[in-house]
């Protein structure tokens, strides 16, 4: 089970860290990342982390969200600042790598401008 939190709503040029804790151990997957799925659109893949310290980012994001995770808790974090409107979305973390977990109720980021 993974259960996101963290979300809210935050003005423009605000900063948010979400956390999703997972009910099982995540240190044996190749990775976690973090999923959103803005209103009307399909869900896509924001920030992963791969356990040898590889990261990625979409473009939009890329200087301002650092995904980071501690495998000992099985907790997985995004650091969002300098957050944009088109940031809004329901954040969902999961696998990165492999079948994915049955999705969580995911945390709702609003972004005012």
């Known amino acids: 089970q993974l259960q996101a939190s963290g979300g809210g709503l935050v003005q423009a040029g605000g900063s948010l860290r979400l956390s999703c804790a997972a009910s099982?151990?995540?240190?044996?997957?190749?990775?976690m990342g973090w999923y959103r799925q803005a209103p009307g659109k399909q869900r896509e893949l924001v920030a992963s982390m791969r356990w040898d310290g590889y990261k990625t980012y979409i473009n939009s994001v890329k200087g301002r969200f650092t995904i980071s995770t501690d495998n000992a808790k099985n907790v997985v974090l995004l650091q969002m600042n300098n957050l944009k409107p088109d940031d809004i979305g329901v954040y969902y973390c999961?696998?990165?790598?492999?079948?994915?977990?049955?999705w969580g109720q995911g945390t709702l980021v609003t972004v005012s401008s």
């Open positions: 999961n696998r990165a790598y492999g079948s994915f977990w049955p």
């Open positions: 099982g151990s995540i240190s044996g997957l190749n990775g």
